[in-house]
Nanobody, 117 residues
Framework: QVQLQESGPGLVKPSQTLSLTCTVSGDSITTNYYYWSWIRQPPGKGLEWIGYIASTGSTSYSPSLKSRTSISTDNAKNTLYLQMNSLKSEDTAVYYC?????????WGQGTLVTVSS
């Protein structure tokens, strides 16, 4: 059974950097040709795709977030990372990692990140 678990700080101050971790179990992030996505949902709004990293290591980002977002992995730990710089209040959201790109089939439970001073 594939499971994804996000973790990170619940509260970040404006202009600071957010670092989130997604630990994957039950599947390898490198041996199958999957996309591993980060997605977020602001309060009262719809889902917003942030970006992905493929099992090959290639990445792609939402144009609106590309300048301040980075997705990486630690293959030995089977873990994904999301880093987002220069946080704003509008970045307040539940952040999810998921397996897949257009229709992810496995999701983490999500972690709430609040950007506030």
């Amino acid at each position: 059974q594939v499971q994804l678990q996000e973790s990170g700080p619940g509260l970040v101050k404006p202009s600071q950097t957010l670092s989130l971790t997604c630990t994957v179990s039950g599947d390898s992030i490198t041996t199958n040709y999957y996309y591993w996505s980060w997605i977020r949902q602001p309060p009262g709004k719809g889902l917003e795709w942030i970006g992905y990293i493929a099992s090959t290591g290639s990445t792609s980002y939402s144009p609106s977030l590309k300048s301040r977002t980075s997705i990486s992995t630690d293959n030995a730990k089977n873990t994904l990372y999301l880093q987002m710089n220069s946080l704003k209040s509008e970045d307040t959201a539940v952040y999810y990692c998921a397996r897949g790109l257009y229709y992810p089939d496995v999701w983490g439970q999500g972690t709430l990140v609040t950007v506030s001073s």
